[in-house]
Each structure stands twice: as C-alpha cells, then as structure tokens.
C-alpha cells in the first residue's frame, strides 16, 4: 500500500515536503471538524498544486489513511515497551491495540474518512495497516510459546475483526466502556495472542 509507505533515505526531499505538506493539512482541516475536504481544499491548505496532490494519492480518503500510518509508526506499535520474544503474546496484543485506539480516536474524523477508503489489495479503511501490525506482532514475538508461523489469511480475518471493533469505538456505537472494548478486541486477536484471557473480558 503506497499511502503507508514511509520516505526512503534516497527520496528526493521535494516529494517528501510536499507529501507531508498534504497529509498535515488535511489533518488540520479535519481537526477543524469542517466539511469533508475536496482534493482542492487539500491542497489549496498545503500550498501545491492539485497534481501534486495526484502525484501522492489516488484520494482524499488515501491521504488519510496515510497519517494515521504514521502515526502508527511514531506509536512505534509493533512492540509497546520494547517487547520481548518471552513477552506473553496477548498482553503484548492488547497493549498495541490500546495505544493504536487512543491514537485514533484523537484522530476521530481523520479515521472516518479513512474508513471509506478501498486499497488495492480489497480492503476497506486502515484494515491494510492492520494486517501488518499483525505480522509485525508474529515477527516481535517469534519463539514466544504458541506463536504460530505466517498466515496469510489468518491475518487478514484479524485485521478485518480489529478494524471493524476500532471503528465502532472510535465511531462511538461501544460508548465508554473500555472493558467492553476489551473484550471485543481479544476475541478478535487470532488464536496466538489470546492466551490468557484479560481479566477485563471477564463476565
């Protein structure tokens, strides 16, 4: 997914100006809570042109779900607290997706667009992002006890199930009820990342 892709060392510093350019402004205007940002708007606040815009991203919906990609790289979520391969998998899990939940929901209308985003692969929103957080995860903790080998599909279903529990406590429809989200988001996790059950998820 081109959109989630950080800058390489050899990319000329132009590209990336501009790029962050657009990604910053459209954050800013979705923070503002206006309406939904046209590719003009986007870059009329980053001060490039519209084909620049194009020469970044396919959409605005694109664009957004590029900052919460690198948000997600500044979390660093692959591994919260330097994790190690003893790490108990779904503590490690569950640690990542709370950081991921807080970050999104301080980018709630960044997240909304986003979500109506089709990446090539098929899926919808930032479920792409997801399924690498995923793999990341089984990288982190390899050799951990119960830690199984790549799975393609067993990623995808996962990213899919985190994605669509993120998007109902970020949207609201779970209200204030973090042991509720919990609990969803453990049952959600593949099989390797949940043992043991949180206590949370009790009742």
């Not at 800013?28 to 590719?39: E, K, T």
Request: charged share 20%; glycine share 8%; with cysteine.
């Amino acid at each position: 997914m081109a959109s989630a892709q950080p800058s390489t060392a050899g990319e000329d510093p132009r590209f990336t100006r501009s790029r962050q350019a657009i990604t910053g402004a459209l954050a800013r205007l979705l923070q503002q809570m206006g309406p939904y940002p046209s590719v003009a708007a986007v870059a009329t606040a980053a001060g490039v042109h519209r084909a620049t815009f194009y020469n970044h991203f396919q959409s605005v919906e694109e664009a957004a779900v590029s900052v919460i990609a690198e948000d997600f790289r500044t979390l660093g979520t692959t591994g919260p607290g330097g994790a190690q391969p003893d790490a108990d998998p779904a503590a490690v899990a569950l640690a990542t997706l709370d950081a991921m939940l807080e970050a999104l929901r301080r980018r709630r209308n960044v997240f909304l667009v986003a979500s109506a985003w089709r990446s090539p692969s098929g899926l919808m929103g930032i479920s792409d992002l997801l399924v690498e957080q995923v793999r990341d995860l089984r990288r982190t903790l390899a050799g951990a006890a119960g830690v199984a080998e790549a799975d393609d599909v067993e990623d995808v279903y996962a990213a899919c199930g985190i994605n669509g529990v993120l998007s109902a406590a970020v949207g609201g429809s779970l209200g204030d009820r973090p042991e509720e989200i919990t609990a969803r988001l453990h049952a959600a996790l593949p099989a390797w990342m949940r043992q043991p059950a949180p206590p949370t998820a009790a009742g």
